[in-house]
């Protein structure tokens, strides 16, 4: 098969379009074939000498997208490279937009045809263009691409750098929710990115803080989504879904207002108030495939957590079998595996059997959380003052001290 080599006496443009040409009319018959190559070959002539690089482009992708499925990645790569250089030649960023939507869109019409090279042909795109709105749009087609063509572990890493491209693209509100939404939906296909999925679908409903009702209706589905992922994950303990409109209007609809009244259970309270609602939402609770024995566990850890958070700092042992539900000889276990999953700092007194906390992560974080801390700090802020104050004094003694022994040895 022949391949594209790209010359320095040439522009690659015109043996590419006579490449693709070759081999997309190779079945018709070289009577058929050759006039129609000749035809594109002199039609991407005229483009180039008017400079209609879009019209270059969209007659060069034709016949591209038409050979994708019989040449290498290697030959592909080059021709799309080729094709995709095109944008450069483009001063205006409106041009050179129209010029990212007309490529990153034909590319992504088969998602199931080689995939991960078209992924990386949106890659080398993203990285030819200059203007954000050119930039943002590729992502956005590289991101649903990744999602429809089941290669979901090529862009995942960029997610990293999310924070950076925001402040490049400098997008409004709606392209972030997009953007949210996307990417949380591309992490819920991939099983072990559950956590990073939540934090992404949590980041799209808070961009509806200070909209009226009807907008924030729009995210009423998935803050339903956003309190079952929360509810289902082990190891995800504390979240602000509470102080979010679009999660708060889920307290008075006639639907959903059950979920809510479950995310507070999970947040404000303990393991009898879970199992009183389960036993009168079991057909609810199985809708949504919660299953019941990883909710009482996650609801004994919670509990356990919401024990810690008293003034006192201490926790009888007693109290934690009541609360929990639990033999005695279940208590150190379940002590165990709070502080296995980073909820609480303490020590077990045996003796007396008593658990002392030293500290305990907190389910929300409101006002009450805010005063507590302001109440931790300006505590530590006295005991670092006393300490100042009683180490200079005992500086100024021995300095005295000092002193006087100088002077007797005189």
Same mark, same amino acid.
């Given at each position: 098969?022949?391949?594209?080599?790209?010359?320095?006496?040439?522009?690659?443009?015109?043996?590419?379009?006579?490449?693709?040409?070759?081999?997309?009319?190779?079945?018709?018959?070289?009577?058929?074939?050759?006039?129609?190559?000749?035809?594109?070959?002199?039609?991407?002539?005229?483009?180039?000498?008017?400079?209609?690089?879009?019209?270059?482009?969209?007659?060069?992708?034709?016949?591209?997208? &038409?050979?994708?499925? @019989?040449? /290498?990645? %290697? *030959?592909?790569?080059?021709?799309? +490279?080729?094709?995709?250089?095109?944008? !450069?030649?483009?001063?205006?960023?409106?041009?050179?937009?129209?010029?990212?939507?007309?490529?990153?869109?034909?590319?992504?019409?088969?998602?199931?045809?080689?995939?991960?090279?078209?992924?990386?042909?949106?890659?080398?795109?993203?990285?030819?263009?200059?203007?954000?709105?050119?930039?943002?749009?590729?992502?956005?087609?590289?991101?649903?691409?990744?999602?429809?063509?089941?290669?979901?572990?090529?862009?995942?890493?960029?997610?990293?750098?999310?924070?950076?491209?925001?402040?490049?693209?400098?997008?409004?509100?709606?392209?972030?929710?997009?953007?949210?939404?996307?990417?949380?939906?591309? &992490?819920?296909?991939? @099983?072990? /990115?559950? %956590? *990073?999925?939540?934090?992404?679908? +949590?980041?799209?409903?808070?961009?509806? !803080?200070?909209?009226?009702?009807?907008?924030?209706?729009?995210?009423?589905?998935?803050?339903?989504?956003?309190?079952?992922?929360?509810?289902?994950?082990?190891?995800?303990?504390?979240?602000?879904?509470?102080?979010?409109?679009?999660?708060?209007?889920?307290?008075?609809?006639?639907?959903?207002?059950?979920?809510?009244?479950?995310?507070?259970?999970?947040?404000?309270?303990?393991?009898?108030?879970?199992?009183?609602?389960?036993?009168?939402?079991?057909?609810?609770?199985?809708?949504?495939?919660?299953?019941?024995?990883?909710?009482?566990?996650?609801?004994?850890?919670?509990?356990?957590?919401?024990?810690?958070?008293?003034?006192?700092?201490?926790?009888?042992?007693?109290?934690?079998?009541?609360?929990?539900?639990?033999?005695?000889?279940?208590?150190?276990?379940?002590?165990?595996?709070?502080?296995?999953?980073?909820?609480?700092?303490?020590?077990?007194?045996?003796?007396?059997?008593?658990?002392?906390?030293?500290?305990?992560?907190?389910?929300?974080?409101?006002?009450?959380?805010?005063?507590?801390?302001?109440?931790?700090?300006?505590?530590?802020?006295?005991?670092?003052?006393?300490?100042?104050?009683?180490?200079?004094?005992?500086?100024?003694?021995?300095?005295?001290?000092?002193?006087?022994?100088?002077?007797?040895?005189?």
């Amino acid at each position: 098969m022949t391949t594209v080599v790209p010359t320095s006496e040439e522009d690659p443009v015109l043996p590419v379009v006579r490449f693709t040409a070759d081999l997309s009319w190779a079945d018709a018959g070289p009577e058929v074939a050759e006039p129609q190559v000749t035809r594109l070959c002199m039609e991407a002539e005229e483009c180039m000498v008017m400079g209609r690089w879009l019209d270059l482009a969209s007659l060069m992708l034709t016949s591209a997208e &038409l050979v994708f499925p @019989k040449v /290498s990645d %290697k *030959d592909l790569e080059c021709i799309f +490279t080729v094709i995709c250089n095109l944008a !450069s030649k483009l001063e205006n960023p409106d041009d050179e937009l129209e010029m990212a939507k007309l490529i990153s869109t034909k590319i992504s019409q088969q998602p199931n045809d080689k995939p991960a090279m078209r992924l990386k042909i949106l890659f080398n795109l993203y990285n030819l263009l200059e203007g954000p709105d050119s930039r943002f749009f590729v992502y956005m087609q590289a991101l649903n691409l990744a999602l429809n063509g089941k290669v979901i572990d090529h862009i995942v890493p960029s997610f990293k750098k999310i924070d950076s491209f925001l402040k490049e693209w400098n997008i409004g509100v709606k392209d972030q929710r997009n953007l949210f939404l996307t990417i949380a939906n591309v &992490l819920k296909e991939n @099983k072990s /990115s559950g %956590k *990073d999925s939540f934090k992404f679908l +949590t980041k799209y409903l808070a961009t509806f !803080s200070g909209e009226d009702s009807y907008v924030i209706g729009e995210a009423k589905e998935e803050a339903v989504r956003a309190v079952i992922e929360f509810v289902k994950a082990p190891d995800t303990f504390w979240c602000d879904l509470l102080d979010m409109p679009a999660v708060g209007q889920l307290e008075k609809d006639a639907k959903y207002a059950l979920v809510y009244q479950l995310l507070k259970i999970f947040l404000t309270q303990r393991l009898d108030a879970y199992l009183e609602f389960q036993a009168a939402n079991s057909t609810l609770m199985k809708s949504y495939g919660l299953v019941h024995e990883d909710c009482i566990t996650k609801m004994r850890l919670m509990s356990l957590v919401d024990l810690g958070s008293n003034e006192s700092g201490q926790i009888p042992y007693a109290l934690i079998k009541d609360a929990l539900r639990i033999n005695d000889d279940e208590v150190e276990l379940w002590i165990v595996k709070a502080i296995t999953a980073k909820l609480i700092d303490c020590k077990m007194d045996q003796m007396n059997q008593v658990v002392i906390v030293s500290r305990c992560t907190e389910r929300i974080f409101g006002q009450q959380q805010w005063h507590s801390l302001r109440l931790k700090l300006a505590t530590w802020r006295g005991n670092v003052a006393s300490l100042i104050s009683t180490i200079q004094a005992n500086k100024v003694v021995e300095e005295g001290s000092q002193a006087m022994q100088g002077m007797a040895i005189r």
